[in-house]
């Protein structure tokens, strides 16, 4: 009961951020199983069919708070299911002991851009408004679908920071459509491991824990992405990825480190974590500040101008 309680935490908590940032529903749920034990397909099985009900929520709450591109949703979300059938095969192909690294590095990778590119750069901003085309987002689909189903997640890491960093479109459009486009995805690549492993590789009733702590997440996260600051929370995300990764590596059979040596190793994740957490809240408050600032100078231009023109007699638009 205690296991399924925290399951359904995890799932809302993962929602949360997946909702409000465009990404880490399925690397989060993904380590925790990995982290507890799970077979890797089965983990991976298992996150997908809960993210059948999750991104239909949140799909549904983005396009009713208007955060959903319908045009980049089909253009992304085809190939993505694509990408996630042929991962879902390949990744049930595998072996235990072969998936379960594997799949560590393709999370603790994920989750080093994530940390590195929301804390290092934040969210990009250039050219919006540029139609996004078929050439640029089919191969991104497939490419983020197919890391998606055989890292547990990756949809919203590989195809969110691509598209915010093009440029061409909104924030809050962009992780709404990434999170509606996910649906079919997950559809895809759970056919996929019930196809590769049969239905009795998934654990149902946690499939049900993370849907319900999911499908609660999803509105309210659906709200809070034009409030939240994704800066500080994509540092938070991927320090947590790193960390959980990096204990499961350095546990592993690959590489089997000495106490000593994972917790040196756990102590300079902890130290580069807090210091990108610090400089994510610090550039955030920076930038908001200058912002504030900038439409204060306007307000008192705007002011000075009305007042100077009332002085001169001259009537005032």
């Not at 235990?96 to 994530?114: D, R």
């Not at 490419?143 to 590989?158: E, I, L, N, Q, R």
């Amino acid at each position: 009961m205690r296991r399924l309680l925290l399951l359904a935490l995890v799932g809302l908590g993962a929602q949360l951020v997946d909702g409000s940032l465009g990404m880490a529903y399925g690397v989060t749920s993904t380590t925790l199983l990995l982290a507890i034990g799970t077979n890797p397909a089965a983990a991976s099985a298992t996150v997908h069919l809960a993210e059948i009900g999750t991104t239909l929520v949140s799909g549904a709450s983005h396009w009713r708070f208007g955060n959903v591109d319908w045009k980049v949703v089909a253009k992304i979300g085809i190939p993505g299911a694509v990408g996630a059938f042929a991962g879902a095969t390949f990744l049930s192909s595998l072996s235990t002991e072969t998936a379960a690294p594997l799949m560590s590095i393709i999370l603790l990778a994920l989750g080093l851009y994530i940390l590195v590119r929301f804390t290092a750069v934040g969210l990009p901003k250039g050219n919006l408004g540029k139609p996004l085309r078929k050439r640029f987002l089919a191969p991104l689909g497939v490419v983020a679908g197919f890391v998606d189903s055989t890292g547990g997640g990756g949809w919203g890491p590989v195809g969110t920071p691509a598209i915010l960093a093009s440029g061409r479109l909104e924030p809050r459009k962009t992780i709404g459509s990434i999170d509606t486009s996910e649906f079919l995805v997950a559809v895809a690549a759970s056919v996929g491991f019930i196809i590769g492993i049969g239905s009795e590789g998934v654990n149902y009733t946690w499939v049900a824990a993370l849907l319900i702590g999911g499908i609660i997440a999803a509105p309210i996260a659906a709200w809070l992405v034009r409030h939240i600051p994704p800066r500080v929370l994509g540092s938070a995300v991927g320090g947590i990825i790193v960390l959980t990764n990096t204990r499961t590596l350095l546990r592993s059979d690959w590489i089997d480190a000495s106490d000593g040596v994972r917790y040196a190793c756990y102590a300079v994740i902890y130290v580069a974590w807090a210091a990108a957490l610090a400089w994510s809240f610090q550039q955030y408050r920076k930038h908001r500040d200058e912002e504030r600032l900038i439409i204060a100078e306007a307000e008192a231009a705007a002011t000075a101008g009305r007042t100077s023109a009332a002085k001169a007699g001259t009537p005032t638009v």
